[in-house]
């Protein structure tokens, strides 16, 4: 993978992220889309992300724009701070991916860019741009304080009084936060794993021996839970009292139900236990934000949005135990954390998930798959039976009916879904696994995953 562009931004190899393409896509986007005239600027803790971040920041101010420079921030706490200022931002970050790769994101003034917005940047990258003057450069040092307490005023001192918490904190950006939001609710932190070395944490497709670790993490220490976020801190992970990795979307569906939402806007991938919760409305996407996002706009009331990665999207002024939480259209890792947290603070969190529906989701990934190889075979397996039989056939599995919604998204007869999808921002080939239990849903996955493999 080079640079691609799309998924609510810009990714690629380091290497190949130059000032001048930077520059371009920056200012691209201030010329096509509503930023107010403001662009607030954050970066996570990659090696290049300081260089890359200063990229955007001179790329701005030469248009005349005025930038607020936050610093190492979590995205979702950069949106909040763009909301404040009316403006826009950039977040410097390549997410779960490896060090060597970098990204950008970018948010116009309602939130993240949409598919509209990607499409009119795209159309302005070889217009030339400036300004007659430099646009000012401000610092802002307190956007993470303004993010804690936006949690602490919602949920309350004392909300998760006695619970004892582990912090997988790696090189995440938000760690240090998230610490502090969780000692401010009452909670006891064992703070775990820190690195000041870059590592690519998935919280979608958790690695085998993360979870090992982490399942080792709460039998050691005691813990009522574990908590940790992907590098940019937009993407939650959870493990509950019995060490097991809650799966993301199931982090949302309890947090949507919590905040008594009316409408859900989640993923075809996101799992379908959703649909048997009684909401008033489930809209299924396309998979990745701007699709989540742009069914929200569309709906009436109580609506929020969330991913089969757990980033959760709040749009409606909804009630906390203790305060308001204001809308914040971005992908959120603490909101749905602290959500599962308090709601399982009596019973435990094993047994508050045991309350959902039947119904398993697992996800796994073959890394370094550019499309340019898994995109034919998916194309041969959408338009030949036969060849999908084939896939399947060694599996245990027959084919009922397939969706094309996003990838390929097989329903077995037994009700058991394989879905295979090329990821947009990685040069990754995603599995998605559904049946009705944890023990099946593991076998499927690492049959299918090695049946994927081969197929390759």
Known sequence: MSVKFGTSGLRGLVT??????????????????????????????RPSSPRIAQD??????AMGVRVIDCGEVPTPALALAAQAAHGGAVMVTGSHIP??????????????????????????????????????????????D?????????????ALAGQRIGLYAHSAVGRDALARILT?????VIELGRSETFIPVDTEAVDPEVRVQIADWVKTYGLHA???????????????????????????QITAETLEAEVIATPISSNSGVTMKGFKDVRLTQIGSPYVIAAMENAQGRVVGYEANGGFLLGFEAQGPAGVLAPLVTRDCTLPILTVLYAGRKEGIAARVAQEP???????????????????????????????????????????HMDLTDG???????????????????????????????VSAEKLLTQALAQLNHAL
Request: glycine share 8%.
């Open 358 to 400: 039947p119904v398993v989701t697992v996800a796994d990934r073959l890394q370094d798959i550019e499309q340019s190889k898994s995109r034919p075979l998916l194309e041969t397996w959408q338009n030949d039976p036969t060849a999908r039989a084939a896939f399947l056939t060694p599996l245990g599995k027959q084919e009922h």
């Open 226 to 252: 574990l908590v940790s976020t992907d590098g940019d801190s937009d993407r939650p992970l959870l493990a509950d009292d019995t060490g097991r990795v809650i799966p993301g979307d199931i982090l949302g």
């Open 99 to 144: 060090a060597d790769r970098n990204g950008l994101k970018f948010y116009v003034r309602s939130g993240e860019i949409s598919k509209a917005d990607e499409a009119a940047i795209l159309s302005h990258l070889e217009a030339p741009h400036g300004a007659a003057h430099p646009g000012a450069l401000e610092t802002d040092t307190g956007a993470n």
């Open 184 to 188: 401010d609710l009452g909670a006891e």
């Open 408 to 438: 390929l998204r097989m329903t077995m007869t037994d009700g058991d879904v394989i879905h295979v999808r090329p990821s947009g921002n990685a040069p990754e080939l995603r599995l998605y696994i559904e049946t009705k239990d944890p």
């Open 146 to 158: 303004r993010y804690i307490a936006r949690f602490v005023a919602a949920f309350g001192p004392g």
């Open 56 to 61: 955007v920041i001179n790329a701005a101010r």
């Open 16 to 45: 190949a992220m130059t000032s001048e393409l930077i520059s371009r896509h920056v200012q691209a986007f201030i010329a096509a889309c509503d930023t107010g005239g403001v662009l607030c600027v954050g970066r996570d803790l």
